[in-house]
């Protein structure tokens, strides 16, 4: 089975500082990860993906995020936070192994960022 | 080019009726999957359709809930005798073929049950 973890409900930071979203996941072998964004009254939008390679993936909007196989983590990162980036934020997985797996979400993590 | 569509974009119901909710997928998307969305929680994966393959029903919550997909594109989701618990935002999705492709999302359908 794969899973995955946003231990934060909510995560509150300032205009202009950097800001973390984290995740860490569960899957059989290599895994496919991927972010998205909802904001308010909409569907998800699509930000990043890590399929393999560099472990660093940059996105849409600025942000990046970290592979790192060994913590089994998948963090969300921005170097200036934007009033505009508050929404809530998912993380998603999926096994690259064995043929088809649905992609199993995280219960998302509410980003504020305030002026 | 258009993106996921989803209609209707908010239905109102009463307990016990039977509700459809459409979604026209990307052209070319050979996957389509729903996704429930309930209030301060993630996704549920209901149902995924594959091509010409059997669909994955294994995210049903109920013999209530079923799903089709005409032509390999336009899907419905079809909630029979309606339930206060069903009440949730309904979220469809599509994507090319293989694990490493992501979803592209509708605008999703809020349905309440009252």
């Known amino acids: 089975a794969q899973s995955v973890a946003q231990p934060e409900d909510q995560v509150n930071v300032a205009e202009g500082n950097p800001l973390t979203v984290k995740c860490t996941y569960s899957v059989s072998g290599n895994p496919y990860l991927f972010w998205y964004v909802q904001y308010p009254n909409r569907g998800l939008q699509f930000l990043l993906k890590y399929i393999t390679g560099d472990n660093l993936v940059k996105g849409s909007y600025g942000f990046e995020a970290e592979f790192n196989k060994s913590q089994t983590s998948f963090h969300l990162k921005k170097p200036s936070a934007l009033v505009s980036d508050s929404a809530l934020y998912f993380c998603a997985v999926r096994g690259a192994m064995g043929g088809y797996s649905t992609l199993t979400f995280g219960k998302g993590t509410m980003l504020l960022v305030s002026p | ?114």
């Open chain 2, 1 to 114: 080019g258009a993106g996921v569509s989803q209609s209707p974009s908010n239905k109102v119901t009463e307990k016990g009726k039977d509700v459809e909710l459409r979604c026209d997928p990307i052209s070319g998307h050979t996957a389509l999957y729903w996704y429930r969305q309930s209030l301060g929680q993630g996704l549920e994966f209901l149902i995924y359709f594959q091509g010409n393959s059997a669909p994955d029903k294994s995210g049903l919550p109920s013999d209530r809930f079923s799903a089709e997909r005409t032509g390999g594109s336009v899907s419905t989701l079809t909630i029979q005798r309606t339930q206060q618990e069903d009440s949730a935002v309904y979220l469809c999705a599509s994507s090319w073929t293989g694990a490493s492709y992501e979803q592209y999302f509708g605008p999703g359908t809020r349905l309440t049950v009252t």
